[in-house]
């Protein structure tokens, strides 16, 4: 069998037929072609279907700023722990010794029952032999670890915090010449002057589409809109107290450190709401975490971490006696992109209101849902969520992992959420990332193949899933 080939194509099998795995870069010592002649050369190949291109992605982790401070110092809790072994002590005395650290330490240590507060003091009560994220940072050190070569459960701990560590991902190609390359060509009959090749592929023509994910957004707004929702809207910043206080987020919980929340820098809103909102929200804090609540801290801004800042704001301002309301944006966490979590992403959330609306109506709501994108197996799980009780998971079945997973979580309002907004009647609330529905329907197990820019995977997803 023949065929015409460039002289580059040429050259790419000559070496391919000494040596039968080459990586591009060695491809090009050997022929003496520049990169773009030898990326050309492969893609021609790779589309006669004769050559194989494998690609490997190896993962590297060393150490960030914050990770070659605790590498030095030991973990901010370890930290705190060490300081008050000996004795308790005042919190504005470790304020002034552990600095900057001294909340997400003091967050972990009480998460973990390892200290108690008693009033403006901090008690050992229990100290650990091991904390997660030790192990890892001495696997590490100084040095460029494999992920394979580290403790699956330490790292995932570490991946959480900010600049803790720096991900290097290593990509390697390998091209081979095809089995039915070696056994029907022969190199003489690799090149034939002046032949035409009538059956050779004609060039592909892309035709503009839109994005996989956008309609994937696209097909979750019309469901709900075709359900009887309607669609609203709201800024991107928000107070933090329409996006924590309103929904009876204590000032001092963890999530509205700064290792979870991205603040705008020395901006404060002039009006976060009515005064009569003000002051309920206020009482409703005051009443359940017993504690003085500032309403510096609740004019702070924040680019929302979720789109219910916005529907809790239309229901404290219409207080509608019946609802059916979604909104649908992006929303920002400060997290540690990785193949689950990214720091920006689209989140769907909506609430029902309505005299005679209870956890059946809002289970119902759910499984219409999915059962209209694809989704067929479906249960709850009961679960805590701050602002609704009862509260349940989703999980949904995937097939192709064989396996149960997290999607949306959802609830029933808190009456400390709805009473101090003059919210009388019951509210079901649900949300959830639209990126997590967007890789079950196209197969993906990374979320950041969506924001790649990878053209072949673009051209070749299917529009219709």
């Keep these: 069998m023949s065929q015409v080939f460039h002289k580059i194509e040429k050259k790419i099998i000559d070496e391919l037929k000494i040596e039968s795995k080459l990586t591009p870069e060695k491809l090009e010592k050997l022929t003496k072609l520049s990169p773009d002649q030898v990326r ?12 194989i291109v494998d690609e490997t992605k190896n993962v590297n982790f060393s150490l960030g700023k914050n990770g070659l401070e605790s590498l030095r110092d030991g973990l901010p809790e370890r930290r705190l722990l060490d300081l008050i072994k000996k004795g308790p002590m005042k919190i504005s005395d ?8 001294f909340g997400p330490a003091m967050g972990l240590a009480k998460k973990n029952n390892w200290v108690e507060s008693l009033g403006n003091e901090i008690f050992l009560k229990n100290y650990p032999v091991s ?4 192990k890892t940072l001495k696997q590490i050190g100084k040095d460029n670890v494999p992920e394979t070569k580290i403790d699956k459960n330490d790292l995932t701990s570490l991946l959480k915090r900010p600049d803790f560590l720096v991900e290097n991902i290593v990509k390697t190609k390998e091209i081979s010449l095809t089995k ?6 022969t190199i003489d009959a690799v090149l034939i002057a002046g032949a035409i090749d009538v059956e050779a592929q004609v060039p592909e023509v892309y035709v503009a589409r839109t994005h996989p994910l956008k309609d994937t957004i696209d097909e979750i707004r019309e469901i709900f809109v075709t359900l009887g929702f309607t669609e609203i809207f709201g800024n991107i910043t928000q107070p933090s107290f329409w996006n924590f206080d309103a929904l009876f987020t204590p000032q001092d919980h963890p999530a509205r450190e700064l290792q979870d929340t991205f603040y705008l820098d020395g901006i404060s809103s002039k009006k976060i709401g009515t005064s009569e909102q003000i002051r309920n929200v206020s009482k409703s804090h005051k009443k359940g975490w017993r504690y003085s609540w500032d309403i510096n801290e609740a004019k702070r801004m924040v680019l929302r971490t979720h789109t219910t800042c916005v529907t809790i704001k239309h229901l404290a301002d219409n207080k509608p006696d019946e609802a059916r309301v979604f909104s649908l944006g992006r ?37 219409e849902f999915y059962h209209r994108i694809g989704i067929t197996k479906i249960k709850f ?4 969520f701050p602002y609704t009780e009862p509260s349940l998971q989703t999980m949904v079945y995937n097939e192709r992992l064989g396996k149960w997973v997290e999607l949306f979580g959802m609830g029933i309002f808190r009456p400390e959420v709805t009473k101090p907004l003059g919210i009388n009647k019951p509210v079901l609330a649900w949300g959830g990332g639209i990126e997590r529905i967007a890789m079950l329907k196209y197969g993906l197990d990374d979320v950041r193949e969506f924001y790649n820019n990878n053209l072949s995977w673009l051209r070749s997803a299917t529009k219709c899933q």
């Design 40 to 51: 050309r050369g492969i893609e021609w190949l790779k589309l006669k279907k004769l050559t």
């Design 94 to 101: 470790l304020q002034k010794q552990l600095g900057s650290v």
């Design 131 to 134: 904390i997660s994220g030790e």
């Design 180 to 185: 039915t390359f070696t056994k029907s060509f």
């Design 331 to 367: 929303v920002f966490r400060n997290e540690k992109v990785s193949y689950k979590h990214l720091v920006e992403f689209n989140q769907i959330e909506g609430v029902v209101v309505g005299r005679n609306a209870n956890l059946r109506n809002l289970m119902g709501i759910q499984r």
């Design 381 to 384: 799980w009961p679960t805590f």
